[in-house]
Structure formats: structure tokens, C-alpha cells
């Protein structure tokens, strides 16, 4: 495929590397440099845009991929108010989106047992529930987006919780997300059932980068010649 790396910064690269090897052909590097030069492409010499750039470019980025008419795959972060307005472009424009928070397999799996986990729990009030997500000091949001995916999925199995809190909340009727920004750390996350007589915890820790790109690039291929708006766990059933 004929892939515009929208976006060109510490996972573009990562994603390059994956989507060369398993022989794709990559098109275009776009960063905040040479923007410019995106309008220029369309699907006569490109087949899919892969989007990791910067909450606040995100939302045109993806405007313009959209009504470019180029099919898109995006990871950005910290965007997602925003997601109706470009679901119903997508819509409107007859186009193909994938959209998830994190595309690591791994983490796909803990976002379903953290859901397990949460219903299981549910008819105990005596545990509270809290959340901690670890990233690089260079990350632009907090909490992480998949946080925030780990938060709406407690919350979708817990009616006594109403929302979740950056560093706020009581773990009983909120849910507090802390948010440590550490070194060069790829990405862990650790969600946490505390009672008086005992914990319960589990946590995910990505060891590097290359999962999360070879989950995009893997999504890309499967993007290919599909419409409508997608996320993994339309990808992985
Ligand atoms: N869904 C997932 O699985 C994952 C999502 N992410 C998310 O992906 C995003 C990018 O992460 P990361 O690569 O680490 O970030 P980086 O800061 O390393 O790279 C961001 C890139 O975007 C570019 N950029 C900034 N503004 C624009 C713009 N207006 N148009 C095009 N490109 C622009 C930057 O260009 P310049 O350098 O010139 O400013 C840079 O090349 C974040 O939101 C992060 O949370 C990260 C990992 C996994
Ligand atoms: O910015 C990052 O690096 C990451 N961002 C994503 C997020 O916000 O959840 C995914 C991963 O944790 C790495």
C-alpha cells in the first residue's frame, strides 16, 4: 500500500520501519515542517493516511485526509471531543476511518479483561477503584487516551461510579486516573481495587513502541477497501 505518515515524529518513524518491512511503500512524510505539501495528496498516489501526530493538529489532519478522500488510520490522543465531527465527514464523504486509543494487542486484551474484571467486581462496594498511567516525560496529554478508554470501560460495568477525575476522585463514586510522567517510559497501566482487607490489581506495561506500530500498520491492512469507521475490536472480533 501507498501509506502518507501524517505526522512524522517518534511513532511515523516506528511505523515506517514496520510498514517498509512487511512491504508497503511509504509516500509521504508530513510533520508540522512540511504541512503544506499534504494537500497534494489524494487517492491517485496514495492509498491510506496513517495519523500519529498532536492533540491540538489531530482534529484537521484529519479534516483534511477525509476530504482528500484517502482512507485514514489514526492513534492521536487527547482529540476525541472532537470525534463526532469527523465520524460524520467520514460519513458524508463516503470514506473509511480507523480510530483506536492504543493499538497494541496487548493492551486490546486488557482493555476486555479490565472490563471482566469490573463487572466482577461491581456488586462490592467495599473496593474502590483507582487508576495510574505512566508515560515519557515528552507526552503532550494526560490522562493517556487509552486511560481514558480503560476509564469508560470500568465505568460502562459500575453504576456507582459517575465519571472518572484527573488526580481527583474518591474511587467510589469517581474515578481518580493519575498521571506520571517518567524518563523515556513507552507506556504502562495499572488499574487497582483496593478494600480494608486485601488488593486486586492489573497492569500492562509496553517494553517499547513497536507494538503499538505494528498494531497500525496491521489495521492499515485491514482498513483496505472497506468504508464506514472502524476500531480494534471490529479488527480483532
Ligand atoms: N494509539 C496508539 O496506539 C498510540 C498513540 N500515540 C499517540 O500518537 C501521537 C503522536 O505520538 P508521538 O509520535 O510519540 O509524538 P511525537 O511528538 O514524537 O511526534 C508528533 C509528530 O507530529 C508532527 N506534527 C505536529 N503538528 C503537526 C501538524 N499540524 N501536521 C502534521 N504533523 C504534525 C510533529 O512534527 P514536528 O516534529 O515538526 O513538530 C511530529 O512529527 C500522540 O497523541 C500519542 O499519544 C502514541 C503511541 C501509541
Ligand atoms: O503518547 C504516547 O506515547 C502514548 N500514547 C497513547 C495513549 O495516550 O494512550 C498510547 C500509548 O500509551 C503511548
Not at 505518515?5 to 514496520?18: A, D, F, P
Not at 495528496?41 to 492533540?55: G, K, L, R
Not at 492513534?75 to 470525534?83: C, E, M
Request: hydrophobic content about 40%.
Amino acid at each position: 500500500m501507498r501509506i502518507v505518515l501524517l505526522g512524522y515524529g517518534k511513532m511515523g518513524k516506528v511505523i515506517e520501519r514496520i510498514a517498509l518491512e512487511r512491504g508497503h511503500e511509504v509516500v509521504g512524510r508530513i510533520d508540522e515542517t512540511n504541512r503544506a505539501d499534504f494537500s497534494g495528496f489524494s487517492p491517485a498516489n496514495a492509498d491510506v493516511v496513517i495519523e500519529f501526530s498532536h492533540p491540538d493538529a489531530a482534529l484537521q489532519n484529519l479534516k483534511d485526509a477525509l476530504s482528500q478522500g484517502i482512507p485514514t488510520v489514526c492513534g492521536t490522543t487527547g482529540w476525541l471531543d472532537h470525534r463526532p465531527e469527523i465520524e460524520a465527514l467520514c460519513a458524508k464523504t463516503d470514506g473509511a476511518f480507523f480510530y483506536a486509543s492504543n493499538y497494541s494487542i496487548g493492551v486490546n486484551l486488557f482493555f476486555r479483561m479490565n472490563k471482566i474484571l469490573a463487572k466482577l467486581i461491581s456488586p462490592y462496594p467495599e473496593y474502590t477503584v483507582s487508576m495510574t498511567e505512566i508515560h515519557h516525560i515528552h507526552k503532550k496529554d494526560a490522562p493517556s487516551g487509552t486511560a481514558i478508554t480503560l476509564a469508560e470501560g470500568i465505568l460502562a460495568e459500575n453504576a456507582r461510579l459517575s465519571g472518572w477525575g484527573l488526580e481527583e476522585g474518591d474511587g467510589k463514586t469517581r474515578l481518580p486516573i493519575g498521571a506520571v510522567r517518567e524518563g523515556e517510559v513507552p507506556g504502562t497501566h495499572v488499574v487497582t481495587y483496593d478494600s480494608d482487607v486485601d488488593s486486586i490489581e492489573i497492569k500492562h506495561t509496553a517494553h517499547s513502541r513497536e507494538g503499538f506500530a505494528l498494531g497500525a500498520v496491521v489495521a492499515t491492512e485491514w482498513l483496505a477497501g472497506k468504508k464506514g469507521i472502524f476500531g480494534m475490536d471490529d479488527l480483532l472480533g
